[in-house]
C-alpha cells in the first residue's frame, strides 16, 4: 500500500471518529482503581472483596453483601448441598462471620460458627489454577472443619468452571458486579456517599475492563472493525516495550547530575559516572566521545544487564584497566582481555519476570532504584579501584 491510501487511513480513523472519542471519554475519566493500576491485580481484587465481604470492616454495611454473595453462590451450584438451600441461607445471621485472607494459602475463607457454615474462594484474574491446589484446599477443609457445611468457590472472569473438580461453585466477575449494584441501590440513601462513590469506582472498573464483553472490549472491537487498515498500521508502527524501557533508562541518566549520557540505541544504553571519566578519551571506533571506558546497558526483551566495557583505544591503557580489575574479583569479572570489547562488570537490572509482568511506570521506578543502589554502592567501589590507574 502507498503512502497515500496509507495517510487516507489514518485521516478516516482520526478524524469524527465518535467510536474513538467515546474510548478516550471512558479511560479518561477518573477512576481511583484505575487510577492505582490494580485491574488486573488478582491480590487487590482479593483484598477488596475480603473487605467487602467482612461484616466487621468500616463500610457499615454488616454481613449484606456476604449473604447476597452466599446466595448468588448457592443459586449457581449444579449440585444442592444436603442440609444447605437458598431458604436456608436467606434466614441466617451473618453478624459473627469471620473472613480471613490467606489461611492456608486460600484466597478467602469465611467461616461461621453460628450457622457450621464455611466457605472458600479461590480468586482467579487473568489467571488459571495450578496443580491440584483446589482439590487440596477442598481435603484441608473437610478435615480442619468435619462438622461445617462447605461450599467451595471458583471465582473467574467469566465463571468458568475448574478442571476436573465437580465440588467447586463457579462465580464470575459479572455475578459480583451484579451484586454490588444491588448493594449500591439499596444502600445508596443510607451509606455515606464517599463509601458508595468508591464501591461505584470498583463496579465502573469491572464492567469496563474486567468482565467478559466488558463495555471497553465492545468498543474496541468495533473500532477495530471500522478501522483496520488503519490500526493494524499503528500496531506495525508502535513503540514496543524494549524502546519504553530504553527511553526510561535514558530519561533517568539524563537528569542525574552525577551520570553523563554516551552514544545509546534502543537496545545499548551508554553513560559514565563523572567520577570515572578521567579515563582519557583515546578511543577508536566506538563512541563518539572516544570515552574506553563506559557503562553498557544491554536491553534485551528477556532481561536488562549493566556493563563496564573496557572498548577499543591504546593498548598500554586497555593493558592498565584490566589489571586493575583482574586484581579485585570479589567487584569484577574474571575474563581475558580481548581485542575490542572487554566486559569487566556486570550487574542484573530487570529480570524477564519483571519485564512481562510490570507496567512500564513500575519499570522505571525498579530502574531508578536499581541505579540509585549501584551509586551507593559498586560504583562508589569501582571508582576507587580505577583511581589506581591514576595517572594515565
Not at 468457590?153 to 465437580?166: R, V
Not at 544491554?298 to 586484581?327: C, E, H, M, W
Request: net charge negative; proline share 3%.
Amino acid at each position: 500500500m502507498g503512502s497515500e491510501p496509507q495517510k487516507e487511513n489514518l485521516e478516516k480513523f482520526i478524524y469524527e471518529n465518535q467510536d474513538l472519542e467515546s474510548l478516550e471519554e471512558m479511560t479518561d475519566e477518573f477512576n481511583i482503581f484505575t487510577a492505582l493500576n490494580i485491574r488486573n491485580d488478582e491480590v487487590k481484587h482479593s483484598n477488596f472483596l475480603f473487605w467487602l465481604l467482612n461484616p466487621g470492616e468500616n463500610h457499615g454495611m454488616g454481613d449484606y453483601f456476604l449473604k447476597a454473595f452466599i446466595l448468588r453462590c448457592v443459586s449457581n451450584a449444579t449440585v444442592t448441598k444436603e442440609n444447605l438451600s437458598i431458604i436456608d441461607v436467606d434466614s441466617w445471621e451473618l453478624s459473627d462471620a469471620e473472613v480471613i485472607r490467606e489461611w492456608r494459602n486460600i484466597d478467602i475463607l469465611i467461616r461461621s460458627e453460628s450457622n457450621k457454615f464455611i466457605c472458600i474462594i479461590e480468586n482467579k484474574v487473568r489467571s488459571s489454577e495450578h496443580g491440584n491446589q483446589l482439590t487440596r484446599y477442598q481435603e484441608l477443609i473437610t478435615r480442619e472443619f468435619p462438622d461445617y457445611i462447605p461450599i467451595f468457590i471458583y471465582l473467574t472472569i467469566d465463571g468458568e468452571y475448574p478442571n476436573g473438580n465437580s465440588e467447586y461453585i463457579p462465580v464470575s466477575y459479572r455475578d459480583i458486579s451484579t451484586l454490588i449494584k444491588h448493594l449500591i441501590d439499596s444502600k445508596k440513601d443510607k451509606a455515606g456517599s464517599d463509601l458508595i462513590t468508591f464501591i461505584s469506582h470498583y463496579r465502573q472498573m469491572l464492567r469496563r475492563y474486567i468482565v467478559e464483553d466488558s463495555e471497553i472490549q465492545k468498543l474496541c472491537r468495533k473500532i477495530y472493525a471500522n478501522h483496520k487498515t488503519a490500526l493494524d498500521l499503528i500496531f506495525e508502527y508502535k513503540p514496543d516495550k524494549q524502546f519504553d524501557i530504553s527511553n526510561c533508562l535514558i530519561d533517568i541518566i539524563k537528569v542525574d547530575a552525577n551520570l553523563i549520557s554516551d552514544d545509546s540505541s534502543k537496545t545499548y544504553i551508554r553513560f559514565i559516572p563523572k567520577s570515572l571519566d578521567f579515563i582519557p578519551h583515546k578511543g577508536q571506533g566506538w563512541v563518539k566521545s572516544k570515552r574506553i571506558l563506559v557503562f553498557e546497558v544491554y536491553n534485551s526483551p528477556d532481561r536488562v544487564d549493566a556493563f563496564l566495557i573496557i572498548g577499543p583505544g591504546p593498548q598500554d591503557i586497555r593493558q592498565k584497566l584490566y589489571d586493575i580489575t583482574q586484581g579485585n574479583l570479589k567487584l569484577f569479572r574474571s575474563t581475558k582481555l580481548y581485542s575490542k570489547w572487554t566486559a569487566v562488570y556486570k550487574t542484573r537490572l530487570l529480570t524477564k519476570k519483571e519485564i512481562e509482568d510490570k507496567e512500564i511506570e513500575e519499570i522505571k521506578e525498579i530502574l531508578q532504584d536499581k541505579l540509585t543502589q549501584l551509586k551507593e554502592s559498586d560504583f562508589l567501589k569501582i571508582e576507587n579501584e580505577l583511581k589506581k590507574a591514576q595517572p594515565i
